[in-house]
């Protein structure tokens, strides 16, 4: 499991917070934004637990699993935890000497994403336990008929029987876990916030959360924006969670000209009736020195809007981020630790890197 740790160029103080100790002390008038990131490690847990990044603001703080603090100014801010998209979305509000709690829970293996609340969160997702004990099911019956003389018994009617029994502990494995599925769907219903309106001088807007427990009646449009994200190195897809160039900062969006608010999640918007001009822009990841500027084409669409009705606009961007090690990887190196620098700069993240392309691709639907 990789620890909590934060990046290099946290754009506000991170401080540790480890389990079982006291709360860090925090400078004057400033309040803190807690994250206990965790995940589970039991042996029916199916794959590694990939780490995830924190960010408050847009801004990517830390990666890794633990306990961390966001010292931030007193006011409403936007958490957020990402992988190569971005798993949970939680508007707070910080009081100065206070700090705001949240956990992420990591998902099991068959489940894209995680749940951020408020404390205590729970793992949802399915495992490979049942599909194990389905294995070792078939192994056992097969023992258990031969040894009680039930085979004999049956005669030719042992074939059926075993097919039906076969079928019996399938049913029994896929009931379980859609179950656990259903069981994991309604917890993340409970577990989200409530809309969370967000005033901005030039407009306003209803942060809807990744689950939205209830959309706002009325007129109006509501917006999913939803990133696909990932970095390349040497043209392959490698860990995007602990690389600051992971981190796409928040769309901006105009409606009929105005600046609202908007992040990558699910925000509403209430209208009036007519035809509405929406632009979302895609803000690319910062670049390196010479790196070419082009911006992604902004994704623009008009909306009509009856009375009453609402309307949906999903925004779909798969973006990648193409990295190469920083020049101080090798300048002033002796040629004979270049190639031990590089081969390390490919395979730590803590090896300094720059930015050399950002792409994005978008797909619109409207319903």
């Given amino acids: 499991m990789v620890a909590a740790k934060p990046f290099a160029d946290a754009g506000v103080p991170v401080l540790p917070w480890p389990e079982g100790q006291a709360a860090p002390a925090l400078p004057g008038g400033h309040g803190g934004i807690a994250v206990r990131a965790w995940n589970n490690t039991r042996w ?112 030719s009617a042992g074939v059926a029987v075993a097919a039906g029994l076969i079928v019996a502990g399938f049913a029994a494995a896929l009931l379980w876990q859609l179950g656990v599925r259903r069981r994991g769907e309604r917890y993340r219903a409970e577990a989200a916030d409530e809309p969370r309106p967000v005033q901005w001088p030039t407009g306003t807007g209803v942060l809807l959360g990744h689950t939205p427990r209830s959309a706002p009646a009325g007129g109006g449009l509501e917006l999913a924006a939803v990133l696909d994200h990932g970095v390349r190195m040497n043209g392959s897809l490698v860990e995007s969670s602990t690389s600051r160039h992971g981190w796409v900062p928040s769309p901006r969006l105009w409606i009929d000209g105005q600046e609202r608010p908007v992040s990558w999640s699910r925000w509403w918007y209430p209208l009036p009736p007519g035809t509405h001009e929406v632009r979302l822009e895609i803000v690319g990841t910062p670049l390196g020195e010479g790196a070419p500027a082009d911006r992604p084409a902004p994704v623009t669409s008009r909306v009509d809007i009856a009375e009453g009705v609402a309307r949906r606009l999903t925004a779909e961007v798969e973006s990648r ?35 050399v392309a950002f792409t994005a691709k978008s797909t619109v639907s409207l319903t």
């Fill in 44 to 155: 029916d847990y199916n794959r590694p637990a990939r780490p995830r990044a924190v960010g408050v603001d847009g801004t990517p703080l830390w990666h890794g699993y633990g306990r961390m603090v966001a010292v931030v100014a007193p006011g409403e801010h936007l958490v957020e935890v990402r992988r190569d998209h971005v798993e949970g979305t939680r508007l707070v509000r910080v009081t100065a000497g206070s700090i705001v709690e949240l956990e992420y829970a990591a998902p099991h293996g068959f489940a894209l994403d995680g749940v951020l609340t408020a404390p205590r969160a729970r793992i949802v997702g399915t495992t490979l336990r049942p599909w194990l004990l389905f294995i070792l099911y078939l192994v056992a019956a097969p023992l258990v008929l031969k040894t009680t003389g039930a085979t004999e018994a049956l005669g």
């Fill in 321 to 355: 981020t193409e990295v190469r090690p920083a020049r101080q990887n090798y300048d002033d190196v002796p040629l004979v630790d270049v190639r031990t620098r590089l081969n390390q700069s490919y395979k730590d993240w803590e090896a300094p890197q720059e930015a």
